[in-house]
Nanobody, 124 residues
Framework: QVQLVESGGGSVQAGGSLRLSCAAS?????MGWFRQAPGKEREGVAA????????YYADSVKGRFTISQDKAKNTVYLQMNTLKREDTAMYYC????????????????????WGQGTQVTVSS
């Protein structure tokens, strides 16, 4: 059983930046960030394989968000730049113990461990 703890959410003005952190209690093979806005489905934002560091992004965040890791700390980060109001959501960290085809890496069904979430609010 892997426990995930997110931190770093908050309120920021449009155009600003935030960095989210996700600390895992043990080894994970694949980690991802998801978000869920009120009334909307949870959507995948970014993913990273902890071995090799390959990264994947949703089109909506490419060029603005960066997922990275500190393997020694079992921690994954999501650097969010040029934030927009539509980025407002609860952000969740997720982990999986296996690999998946790239076209499902941002599907919630690919992950079996989830954090409690951290709120990100972007105001204009």
């Amino acid at each position: 059983q892997v426990q995930l703890v997110e931190s770093g959410g908050g309120s920021v003005q449009a155009g600003g930046s935030l960095r989210l952190s996700c600390a895992a209690s043990g080894y994970t093979y694949l980690m991802g960030w998801f978000r869920q806005a009120p009334g909307k489905e949870r959507e995948g934002v970014a993913a990273i394989y902890t071995e090799g560091g390959s990264t994947y992004y949703a089109d909506s965040v490419k060029g603005r968000f960066t997922i990275s890791q500190d393997k020694a700390k079992n921690t994954v980060y999501l650097q969010m730049n040029t934030l927009k109001r539509e980025d407002t959501a609860m952000y969740y960290c997720a982990a999986s113990g296996r690999s998946w085809p790239s076209y499902v890496l941002l599907n919630r069904a690919s992950y079996n461990y989830w954090g409690q979430g951290t709120q990100v609010t972007v105001s204009s």
